[in-house]
């Protein structure tokens, strides 16, 4: 494996990572209405996390994510299929999207809706199987 | 009825459990059914003799037409006694001939399910509840052929009866369905759904709609090839021999008596409606008089006891093909006489041949000889059967012969012919009535490998049974006449018939003939011995006949072509298996294109500079991926084109698709450099011609890429818009969303990207199943190494 | 520019249907990929090509500006498409990497023993 | 909820029932559970959908609530639901099977999550009503099968993965591109839409697109000359995951042929259908004389699929020489239907009896094994019936299925197809008796040692493997013996195909056809 131990890399990494994933937030939230959403914030985040992952080592990597891949994947799986069920209950079709308009004391209005918690698991999914692949191979050295 | 047939099923599936509770009593015990079958079915004979048929009917898959409908009229009455009471026999004599065999509870298993298969044959109204049955008969007599299955040559013999009888069971399915088309053809008949498969509502139609249909003659043939095959006529006749390695009450039950004549039974059936035209009078009995002669020819020449009854049941079923064939009134009442007959003789003597092989270790007819001091029961049986093979007054063997003589002097057609055969097998018949029933129990005694003695009664009661038929009936034929024959005649002739069975009925020509085939016959018996040497002098002749064709096709053309198209086809190379799909990819497209498509898209090249600069760099790096050698350069050049394409998504609109692409892009050629490392560089494989077979059906594929998508440029079969106006025009009214790309994915089409998540998912878990399983034993090897590394 | 675009995507198509013929699994995996990206072109273009239109609607609209924008449909399926093929090619890159070291060869003439 | 929730709940199913186990990766017990009830709760699903579909007609639900043919939607007619239930029953007895016979190794690794996305995939593909949601259900169906056929890790199975994979993808993107360039053409992807849009426009490039379609599923479906796929890899993978392809992978090609060439591609049908029943003609024959020559109990079994495909596609190409609304139509339809069933059941339970026999004796190469109708008379019988029903021998199911399509091709006059329809049969015949003699007539090889095994007590543990066998095997017995119910079923299938005007009726694309307002 490229094990870069430089230490510019390193404190470049610590240093993008958080910028990274911050984007890729944005990314996501965005997409419904600009260029972004689910897939593509997914991978710039799961960049983001490879490139920890080149710069460290796996051991690392995985503290620092907390969660195994497979986690993050099963429970983004998770939460976009169940996202279509609540319509269901209403007696609508499933994936129907439906809409929460809440006010939050600072952000203003948020509007919360089910294609949205779909685009978030289609988020958790992308970095999970992205950054279970690169890990796997990683540690396959 | 119905009950009658399934009962029989239920008593195999339960038979096991009856051979724990009753161990060597078991046949007693089972034959209880078929005895009570046989007292019900007798039951029937005085109404059935007044010509009325009984009929359930029951409904099975009306869907398909097919009913489950019974019906009892003179001719499957009986059949219907035929099987029972000897089913009642042989079931006794099974459990006797085979005390003490580990095995025995499968033979009363499939001997009850194949008499029940055979009660339910002769009994269907439906054409496809019969082939139902018939095939049923095949199934159980595979497996009761194949009892002794330890033997490597007796389970080729079952495998060879069960491919031959399946085989022309599945070109009669075919002809039965074609007699179905012709009778329910408007312009004909006209019968409609379950009638048309109905042999009553069948045999109701005037034979003239049915023989004059352009369907006749291949429908005609399919069934025939089915009665033949199951009948053992010859070509197909060799698996009847073969199938005596099954145990002889199987042989005796079975190839004898009762499944053997399920093709009979059918063309007897079939005649009124099929039969009377020059077709059938001239092929069926030219088939029957073939086999006859032919049955009886190696009956004479063999020396096994079995193998001889084998053959002589060949040339029976020749004789009662050749009667059904030649189709007259008095045939047909000589076929019914003869079929009786036979069942009572054969069945008598396959029986007898099982008591002499079991008591004395021996079925060689050479060996055999002088045994009626030890078995004097056996023999004496044994004598009265022979008369009555051989065809002398007053047994009723005589009467079968006799009217088989006075039918065939009126053959309408092929009149010689039958009649030389008939002469001749008749002598023959005499000769190896000798060889079955006086050689081996008269003359000096011999020595037997096994001390001979007397069989136990439950042996002998069948023998005895059926010759005591044979000898009623003979003194008696009014009694059968009255009782059976009749009815039997009635129902497969349309109508009462004026002749009737007599032992004498004046001088005529078929009683010289009995005469002197008789003297002849003892002349041949006589001289056996030289008869055989000759015969067996012809031995090439034999070995190339039917069976050899059926051996060479089966054990060698088969397993050689098979191999040769597998071999062909399936050779392992991806590369073929490619160009294989893509060169019928392009055949088919191709083809449809050139026949029907034209190219009428409009040819603008307006393009921008940069644009064509791009695609530029698209194709010249595919180019050089594709044609490099160098590992690296092929993986950038495969990465410049993933990214030219992205810049492409980009100049047309498509920003989500040029960032996505681009990721995904950076991502898999960041994968295959981790991989690639791994692997070893290019080395120049293919040769020269090759490549440019390759080049050019890559060429093929890409210009049908292209004119497929030049071809449908201007087509546009929808008048409105595309669907996907709708997904603009509600993106921000209902969908909340202006990104309408994203709306789509996650809302329109949720669906779509769910599925595509979990491909991902799926992806990743190959990934790490694929990297992180190891085999136990190939991580116990690992971990041993890793030991001794360490001791070391 | 869609009839250039017809004889572009015939290209790709042809580079990467000679490479999957070739005995080697990289070239062979290499060849995937550019195969997926020809179809995704194939389909990009079929549907027709629009320039500096995207189907992005702007912040107060209804309709996108300009209008007609792109087809979105047909973009939406690439993108798809496009994550679906990375899935499977991934799997078949690491495959290759495993069968390479299974099998201890790269020449797919070698592999035929699963056949008859 | 509505009545409509019961056409998602097979593909939901499966899909909660893999996210649940992924979530749940390290706990074995919680695998099996999930996996038992999510296939239990499928099975019971698609039965209530089969019963409802036959009941109360086509069920359709427009998914996120887009009305057709903008959005996506699942339609349960006849054909989908008895697929969908086939896809049920497979699903729940292969699941029960692997309880014993499969490595706990497997487990660690994905196995349980993989089983439910490939039947959460096959479900997909033969519910949904968009084209490209079926490109979406085969991308999900191909990738699960892929990971499944490697788990373990074999030389054979990475051989073989390699070529199904290239192979699958090679037909992917064919599909794909055919996907693209009917969407320019017609404008729409729900293939209801799509049906009315073609009806009457006699575009010639229709039928070109068609040969794609045609070309990309016979790929999958295991056609003539496109199988090379099948017979290298299906005998490799653990027999459980063999014994769930052999049932469900191929068929869903078979399906999709069924269903685009009833319902969109009817324009030419004297010349595509008459390609669909000579390449099952070529099928056929092909394949059955690829297992002449095998000597291996599951690569018989394999080849023989694409022997069985060849009578599915013969049933559908006879349309090229019928009336499309005659009965005769409708029972080749039926029949092909009805095979398909039969063979899903038969074939299946095959692989499982092999997988046991397996287990006794240590080998799956025939001249290695003998023996078991001496020792195991039961397994012995259980094979024997699906043999036979195999090869199409009364009164099983195979029989049936084999009677209606033969019967529908001499209605047809189609006199060459029918002959070797039924030379097949007996050929079919030859090998199932093969595997026969070999493996239970045989006595036991003199160099092979006797497992304690054979002659051991009853093993209670082995009860899951035995369990399903005997299902399957009661099932093509009734499947015969019964057979009424289910011909109905077929017979109604096969009215609908005939019929495109039911689907394209209860999808309804036209109802809310939008004629572009607010440009």
């Known amino acids: 494996m490229i094990e870069s131990k430089s230490l510019i890399l390193h404190t470049a990494t610590r240093f993008l990572l958080p910028l990274q994933l911050l984007f890729s937030l944005f990314l996501l939230l965005r997409g419904h209405d600009e260029p972004g959403g689910g897939f593509i914030a997914g991978l710039v985040a799961a960049g983001a996390i490879a490139l920890y992952l080149f710069a460290f080592d796996v051991p690392s990597t995985k503290r620092m994510l907390r969660a195994s891949p497979h986690d993050l994947f099963g429970l983004g799986l998770l939460l976009a299929a169940v996202s279509g069920i609540p319509a269901l209950f209403l007696g609508k079709p499933y994936l129907t999207a439906l809409w929460w308009e809440l006010e939050f004391p600072f952000f203003g209005e948020i509007k919360l809706s089910t294609p949205l918690l779909f685009d978030i698991g289609v988020y958790l999914v992308v970095i999970g199987s992205v950054l279970s692949i690169v890990m796997t191979l990683a540690e396959a050295e | 009825m119905l009950l009658a047939v399934l009962s029989g099923f239920i008593l195999a599936i339960a038979a096991p459990w009856f051979f724990k509770a009753f161990g060597d009593r078991t046949g007693w015990v089972l034959a209880i059914l078929p005895a009570a079958l046989a007292v019900y079915f007798g039951s029937y004979i005085p109404e059935v003799m007044t010509g009325e048929t009984v009929v359930q009917e029951v409904p099975w898959i009306p869907s398909l037409d097919i009913e489950l409908t019974f019906f009892l009229d003179g001719f499957s009455l009986l059949f219907a006694m035929l099987i029972t009471v000897i089913g009642t026999l042989v079931v006794i004599y099974g459990g006797g001939y085979l005390k003490g065999d580990k095995d025995i509870p499968r033979f009363y298993v499939f001997i009850l399910a194949f008499m029940a298969s055979m009660l339910g044959l002769v009994l269907s109204d439906s054409l496809i509840s019969l082939f139902v049955f018939w095939e049923l008969t095949s199934i159980t007599s595979f497996m009761l052929i194949g009892y002794y299955h330890d033997n490597a040559k007796y389970r080729k013999c079952a495998h060879q009866s069960m491919m031959v009888t399946v085989g022309g069971g599945l070109a009669m399915m075919a002809g039965l369905i074609l007699l179905m088309m012709i009778v329910s053809d408007p312009a004909g008949a006209g019968l409609q759904g379950a009638e048309a498969f109905s042999l009553r509502a069948i045999l109701a139609v005037d034979s003239g709609l049915i023989t004059g249909h352009e369907f006749y003659v291949p429908a005609l043939l399919l069934i025939l090839a089915g009665c033949f095959t199951k009948s053992a006529q010859v070509p197909f006749h060799f698996w009847l021999p073969n199938a005596m390695a099954g145990p002889t009450p199987v042989s005796s039950y079975l190839h004898s008596a009762t499944m053997v004549k399920a093709g009979i039974y059918l063309m007897a059936r079939l005649q009124p409606g099929m039969g009377g035209t020059e077709l059938w009078m001239t092929l069926i009995p030219i088939v029957g008089a073939t086999t006859m002669f032919m049955g009886m020819y190696f009956a004479l020449k063999s020396t096994g006891y079995k193998q001889v009854l084998a053959y002589s049941t060949i040339m029976a079923l020749g004789v009662l093909t050749m009667l059904i064939g030649i189709g007259t009134e008095k045939a047909m009442l000589a076929f019914v006489a003869f079929l009786l007959a036979h069942a009572m003789y054969k069945g008598a003597f396959f029986m007898i041949a099982g008591i002499v092989d079991h008591e004395t270790g021996t079925k060689d007819l050479k060996v055999l000889s002088g045994l009626r001091k030890k078995m004097p029961i056996t023999a004496t049986v044994a004598a009265v059967v022979a008369v009555s093979l051989a065809g002398f007054p007053p047994l009723f063997g005589y009467l079968g012969k006799k009217m088989m003589f006075e039918t065939a002097l009126e053959a309408p057609n092929v009149q010689v012919y039958i009649l030389t055969l008939v002469a001749l097998t008749a002598t023959m018949g005499i000769a190896v009535a000798g060889l079955l029933g006086v050689k081996p129990f008269w003359g000096e005694e011999a020595e037997t490998p096994k001390p001979a003695h007397e069989a136990p009664l439950s042996m002998l009661l069948g023998p005895i049974v059926l010759a005591t038929g044979s000898l009623t009936f003979g003194l008696a034929p009014f009694f059968a006449d009255s009782a059976l024959v009749q009815a039997a005649v009635t129902a497969i002739w349309g109508q009462e018939t004026d002749y009737y069975l007599a032992l004498w009925s004046g001088f005529n020509t078929a009683v010289v003939m009995s005469a002197v085939t008789l003297v002849a016959g003892l002349l041949v018996y006589w001289q056996w011995d030289r008869v055989r040497g000759v015969m067996e002098s012809l031995q090439w002749l034999y070995d190339h006949g039917p069976e050899w064709a059926y051996t060479h096709g089966m054990d060698r053309f088969l397993p050689w072509i098979a191999k040769k198209q597998t071999g062909i086809i399936q050779n392992g190379h991806l590369r073929y298996y490619l160009l294989t799909i893509l060169l019928t990819l392009v055949t088919l497209v191709g083809y449809a294109f050139f026949t029907r498509g034209e190219i009428t898209g409009a040819l603008s090249f307006e393009v921008h500079f940069y644009e064509l600069l791009v695609v530029l760099v698209m194709l010249t790096a595919a180019f050089f991926a594709a044609s490099t050698s160098s590992r690296l350069g092929s993986v950038a050049a495969a990465g410049v084109v993933g990214f030219s394409v992205a810049v492409v998504y980009i100049f047309f609109s498509a920003p989500d698709l040029g960032i996505t692409q681009l990721l995904v892009e950076t991502l898999t050629v960041i994968l295959l450099v981790l991989v690639l490392f791994r692997l070893p560089e290019f080395v120049s494989f293919s040769t020269t011609a090759a490549r440019i077979r390759d080049v050019f059906v890559a060429l093929l594929v890409g210009g049908m890429m292209t004119a497929l998508l030049l071809a449908t440029q201007d087509v546009q079969l929808y008048e409105h818009d595309p669907i996907s106006h709708y997904h603009i025009a509600k993106s921000v009214p209902e969908a909340y969303g202006r990104n309408i790309v994203n709306v789509i994915l996650v809302d329109y089409r949720t669906l779509d990207t769910l599925g595509e998540i979990f491909v991902l998912a799926l992806a990743a878990i190959g990934v790490y199943a694929m990297v992180k399983f190891r085999k136990r034993d190939e991580r116990l090897a690992a971990a041993e190494a890793s030991e001794k590394e360490e001791t070391a | ?116 | 909820m509505n009545v409509e929730v019961l056409v998602v709940l097979p593909v939901l199913l499966p899909f909660l029932s893999a996210a649940l186990s992924l979530m749940t990766w390290r706990s074995q017990v919680a695998q099996r559970v999930i996996g038992v009830g999510g296939t239990a709760l499928l099975f019971v699903a698609s039965c209530v959908l089969l019963y409802t579909t036959y009941h109360e007609g086509i069920l359709v639900m427009e998914m996120s609530n887009w009305p057709a043919p903008f959005g996506i939607v699942l339609v349960s007619d006849l054909l989908s639901a008895i697929m969908v239930l086939m896809t049920g029953i497979m699903a729940f007895t292969v699941v029960i099977y692997s309880l014993s016979a499969t490595d706990p190794e497997y487990e660690k690794f994905g196995y349980y999550p993989l089983m439910h996305l490939l039947h959460g995939g096959v479900a997909g593909a033969f519910l949904t009503g968009d084209i490209f949601n079926l490109f979406v259900w085969f991308e999900v169906m191909l990738m699960a099968s892929f990971s499944l056929l490697i788990l373990g890790g074999s030389r054979g199975q990475m051989e073989g993965a390699i070529k199904y994979v290239t192979i699958n993808l090679v037909s992917s993107v064919i599909f794909l591109s055919a996907i693209g360039l009917l969407y320019g053409m017609t404008g729409t992807l729900n293939m209801a839409h799509i049906a009315v849009v073609l009806q009457g426009a006699e575009s010639p490039m229709v039928t070109v697109v068609a040969m794609m379609f045609m070309v990309s599923f016979g790929i999958k479906a295991g056609s003539f000359p496109l199988f090379f796929w099948l017979p290298a890899s299906y005998h490799t993978p653990p027999i459980a995951v063999s014994a769930l392809f052999a049932g469900l992978l191929t068929k869903v090609g078979a399906y999709a042929l069924f269903r685009m060439f009833t319902l969109m591609f009817m324009d030419d049908v004297q010349f595509t259908h008459n390609i669909i029943l000579w390449a099952g003609v070529l099928t056929m024959v092909t394949g059955v004389l690829g297992a002449a020559a095998q000597f291996e109990f599951r690569r018989i079994l394999s080849i023989h699929i694409i022997s069985q495909i060849g009578y599915m596609l013969m049933a559908l190409g006879l349309l090229a020489h019928t009336d499309i609304r005659s009965e005769v139509a409708v029972l080749a339809l039926a029949g092909g239907i009805f095979y398909i069933v039969h063979n899903i059941v038969v074939k299946t339970n095959l692989f499982l009896v092999s997988g046991v026999v397996n287990q006794l004796l240590g080998s799956y190469e025939l001249k290695k094994l003998g023996g078991l109708y001496r020792h195991k008379p039961f397994l012995s019988l259980l094979f024997f019936v699906s043999a036979l029903s195999l090869a199409g021998l009364p009164p099983l199911s195979g029989f049936f299925a084999k009677f209606a399509v033969i019967r529908a091709g001499l209605e047809a006059y189609q006199w060459v197809p029918v002959f070797f329809g039924l030379l097949v049969g007996a050929l079919t015949l030859y090998s199932m008796v093969k595997i026969w003699m070999y493996v239970f007539w045989r006595p036991l090889p003199e160099d092979h040692p006797m497992p304690e095994r054979l002659n051991g007590k009853w093993d209670p543990k082995t009860i899951w493997m035995y369990a399903p066998i005997i299902v399957l095997t009661i099932a093509t017995i009734l499947l015969g013996v019964y057979g009424e119910p289910a011909f109905q079923v077929c017979l109604a299938a096969g009215e609908q195909l005939v019929d495109p005007s039911q689907y394209i009726e209860a999808v309804n694309p036209m109802d809310h056809m939008w004629l572009g307002e607010g440009e």
């Not at chain 3, 990467?16 to 080697?24: A, D, E, Q, V």
């Not at chain 3, 194939?42 to 992005?56: D, E, V």
């Not at chain 3, 690439?78 to 020449?107: H, K, P, S």
Request: charged share 15%; aromatic share 6%; hydrophobic share 60%.
């Open chain 3, 1 to 116: 520019m869609e009839p250039l675009m017809a004889y572009v995507v015939g290209g790709l198509f042809a580079a990467s249907i000679y490479m999957i013929l070739r005995r080697s699994i990289v070239k062979l995996v290499i060849g995937l990929i550019l195969l997926s990206n020809a179809a995704n072109l194939l389909i990009f273009t079929a549907s027709g090509l629009t320039r500096g239109a995207p189907p992005l609607i702007p912040e107060g609209a209804q309709f996108p500006d300009p209008m007609p924008a792109a087809d979105p449909l047909p973009q939406a399926l690439i993108l798809t498409a496009i994550v679906i093929a990375f899935g499977v090619l991934a799997f078949a890159v690491v495959l290759i990497n495993r069968a390479y070291e299974i099998l201890g060869v790269d020449d797919l003439d070698l592999m035929k023993e699963t056949d008859a």
